[in-house]
């Protein structure tokens, strides 16, 4: 069965701070798709990244950096040096290339993120 | 260029009034999708449509929601004889048709319609 979890359901840190928000999934398929979104209190849910199976290669954009490792089907998500407008709910999420035409992706519960001045 | 739209951005109701939800998906964009997120939680899925495929409506809670989709255009989605539950926020995403056959594809999220049921 597909699953995403994200245990972490509220963390709180101080301005500066790292910040590593975890995302554990299950899935079956060879072929899937990992994402993570942002939502801030204004309520939109904003695209940071997809990553795809065959692609393990850790990335890096700014102070945001994903870990994802196949053999722990883990894909976490680091913030370097937290800022305040980092204060979000923090969704990670998984599609299945064999759901076909059905693009259904599940989501974890979501972190939030508390960055505190 | 222009990103997904919802409209309204707020309605209050009383209970057992219908209430309609729209989307306008990000032009182009063959796929649509609706969620339910009640307050704190996570993302629900209600219903996916794909071009002109059968929609996948296995999300849908109750037959008191329906939606519809002209095309690959705008969408509404419908709640007849609201109740205090329905209360939540309906976000619609869009994403484009696959050069990663059908799955992987980013969706990308409108503002949400947040309901309040009374």
């Known amino acids: 069965a597909q699953k995403v979890t994200q245990a972490q359901t509220e963390i709180s840190v101080v301005e500066k701070e790292d910040v590593t928000l975890d995302c554990v999934y299950e899935t079956r398929d060879t072929t899937y798709y990992l994402f993570w979104y942002k939502q801030p209190p204004s309520g939109e849910l904003v695209f940071l990244i997809r990553r795809n199976s065959f692609d393990e290669q850790n990335e890096i954009s700014g102070r945001y950096s994903w870990n994802f490792q196949k053999s722990t089907s883990s894909f976490n998500f680091t913030i370097t040096a937290s800022q305040v407008v980092d204060s979000a709910v923090y969704f990670c999420?998984?599609?299945?290339?064999?759901?076909?035409?059905?693009?259904?992706?599940?989501w974890g519960l979501g972190t939030s993120l508390a960055v505190n001045p | 260029g222009a990103g997904v739209s919802q409209s309204p951005s707020n309605k209050v109701t009383e209970k057992g009034k219908d209430v309609e939800l729209r989307c306008d998906p990000i032009s182009g964009h063959t796929a649509l999708y609706w969620y339910r997120q009640r307050l704190g939680q996570g993302l629900e899925f209600l219903i996916y449509?794909?071009?002109?495929?059968?929609?996948?409506k296995s999300g849908l809670p109750s037959d008191r929601f329906s939606a519809e989709r002209t095309g690959e255009s705008v969408s509404t989605l419908t709640i007849q004889r609201t109740q205090q539950e329905d209360s939540a926020v309906y976000l619609c995403?869009?994403?484009?048709?696959?050069?990663?056959?059908?799955?992987?594809?980013?969706?990308?999220f409108g503002p949400g319609t947040r309901l309040l049921v009374l």
């Open positions: 449509f794909q071009g002109n495929s059968a929609p996948d």
């Open positions: 995403a869009s994403s484009p048709t696959g050069r990663y056959r059908g799955a992987g594809e980013t969706q990308y």
């Open positions: 999420a998984l599609s299945e290339a064999r759901t076909g035409n059905n693009r259904k992706l599940i």
